[in-house]
């Protein structure tokens, strides 16, 4: 059996190698960085208003001095290893100057190792990724094609909260609340009404708990909104698996995501954060949180809940916005576009996995279940019930592909399914 002596000598090599390659792969980062640092420590500056790079390094090294029997900050040796991994990949992009420009920014340095942890999850699942050059007017981050169809454009803002990253702690709903209320201010400033986009809310080192809380304000959050272009929220959990065979212990750095969708919105393209099966990268064996402070003393049995593999289900139920669509006279014999009821399995005449309720103006029943506002334009409903006559509203649709339904009577003994992005539209 490893004794806690071993495992801290063990893991002083591997805090040795983290330190050199740090300083090979970011030396020009760190070099234009090391002045402007130099005065903020003099100045007493909180750790918060430093380059976030020489923070990370400078545990490091406090943690080299101090092994075997500490660790320093071991939350930032995770977010370094993340960090150095993920730029050692991008380092050969044709977007590297651009890249390492921003690295150098202390502004700016979180954000961008965020944007490449996103961009690389998006390239696992097959996309081609396109960073956005950052111009005078508001603008997201990334840019990616749709995979099959009509391959339209999506785009991504990205945000790392500060209280998602550095020591991990309990996120309490407060907290939450004001994580998901900037992502969708920047989801307005950034990214607009007319091309589909999504936030991406990125985290180091958070519990499988915590997760759980932001998934629940988020799809809280999303439950009221009217926007239809905001696909939802992409939340990505960075971390580090530590492993130990023998007497050798080993870290690499591990992503997951999970999607959360915007009920209301109505893009033609299809959004899910999953990786394919088959990607080598992805991990399949069962994983358990561990307290970062626990690695060095060897005291793996300090565990946090064991960690679950997929996001629950309905963590928040999902509300639909119920609307009385207006009653009218019975149409003229092929004046309109008439859907009616018939059967045992109708009402509701339509249905999907929106946020909107038709009811009849009527009588109250439900015609038109969880669908979108631009599902249905210039349709008459007859109620199966009161047999009254609903028309829903003529729609200004963009540019969504449209289903034309000629001047008629059509009747539905099973409600149809409506898609996202695709609108019914009655003469």
């Known amino acids: 059996m490893t004794s806690p002596e071993d495992s801290g000598e063990y893991f002083k090599t591997v805090v040795d190698r983290l330190i050199e390659e740090a300083c090979l792969l970011l030396e020009d980062v760190l070099k234009a960085t090391e002045a402007s640092d130099s005065r903020a420590k003099a100045q007493k500056a909180h750790w918060t208003e430093r380059h976030r790079l020489q923070v990370l390094l400078e545990a490091a090294v406090e943690t080299q001095k101090s092994l075997p029997s500490t660790i320093v900050a071991p939350w930032f040796l995770a977010e370094l290893r993340g960090t150095l991994?993920?730029?050692?990949?991008?380092?050969?992009?044709?977007?590297?100057?651009?890249?390492?420009?921003s690295l150098k920014d202390k502004d700016a340095f979180d954000?961008?190792?965020?944007?490449?942890?996103?961009?690389?999850?998006?390239?696992?699942?097959?996309?081609?990724?396109?960073?956005?050059?950052?111009?005078?007017?508001?603008s997201p981050d990334l840019t990616l094609r749709a995979i099959g169809g009509s391959q339209d454009a999506i785009v991504i803002e990205c945000y790392q909260p500060a209280v998602l990253r550095g020591k991990p702690s309990e996120l309490?709903?407060?907290?939450?609340?004001?994580?998901?209320?900037?992502?969708?201010?920047?989801?307005?400033?950034?990214?607009?009404?007319?091309?589909?986009g999504i936030i991406a809310i990125c985290g180091y080192n958070q519990s499988s708990s915590n997760l759980r809380v932001l998934e629940e304000v988020a799809e809280k959050r999303l439950s009221i909104?009217?926007?239809?272009?905001?696909?939802?929220?992409?939340?990505?959990?960075?971390?580090?698996?530590f492993s130990r065979e023998g007497d050798k212990l080993s870290f690499t750095t591990t992503r997951s995501a999970e999607?959360?969708?915007?009920?209301?919105?109505?893009?033609?393209?299809?959004?899910?954060?999953?990786?394919?099966?088959?990607?080598?990268n992805l991990i399949k064996s069962e994983l358990t949180d561990i307290l970062t402070d626990a690695l060095v003393s060897g005291n793996t049995k300090a565990l946090l809940p064991k960690a679950e593999h997929g996001r629950r289900e309905g963590v928040y139920p999902r509300r639909a916005k119920a609307i009385k669509l207006t009653v009218v006279k019975e149409p003229e014999a092929l004046g309109r576009s008439i859907v009616h009821g018939k059967g045992e399995k109708v009402p509701p005449l339509f249905l999907?996995?929106?946020?909107?309720?038709?009811?009849?103006?009527?009588?109250?029943?439900?015609?038109?279940?969880r669908i979108w506002k631009f599902s249905l334009s210039n349709v008459v409903i007859q109620c199966p019930l009161c047999n009254s006559y609903n028309e829903t509203a003529?729609?200004?649709?963009?540019?969504?592909?449209t289903v034309l339904i000629t001047k008629g009577n059509y009747y539905f003994s099973n409600a149809v399914r409506l898609k996202a992005g695709r609108c019914l539209r009655g003469k």
Request: with cysteine; net charge neutral; proline share 6%.
């Open 394 to 401: 003529i729609l200004q649709l963009r540019d969504y592909p």
């Open 172 to 196: 309490v709903t407060k907290e939450a609340e004001n994580i998901v209320k900037k992502s969708m201010e920047k989801a307005k400033r950034q990214i607009g009404a007319e091309i589909p």
């Open 111 to 138: 954000h961008t190792i965020a944007m490449l942890h996103v961009a690389e999850h998006l390239e696992w699942g097959g996309h081609k990724v396109e960073i956005v050059k950052e111009g005078i007017s508001p």
């Open 85 to 101: 991994d993920v730029v050692r990949r991008w380092q050969q992009s044709p977007y590297w100057p651009n890249i390492e420009k």
């Open 259 to 280: 999607f959360i969708r915007n009920p209301a919105y109505f893009g033609r393209i299809d959004i899910e954060a999953k990786v394919p099966k088959d990607n080598p």
């Open 352 to 369: 999907s996995e929106g946020n909107v309720d038709y009811q009849c103006g009527q009588c109250g029943v439900l015609l038109a279940e």
């Open 225 to 241: 909104t009217d926007r239809t272009s905001f696909g939802g929220f992409l939340l990505i959990k960075l971390g580090v698996t």
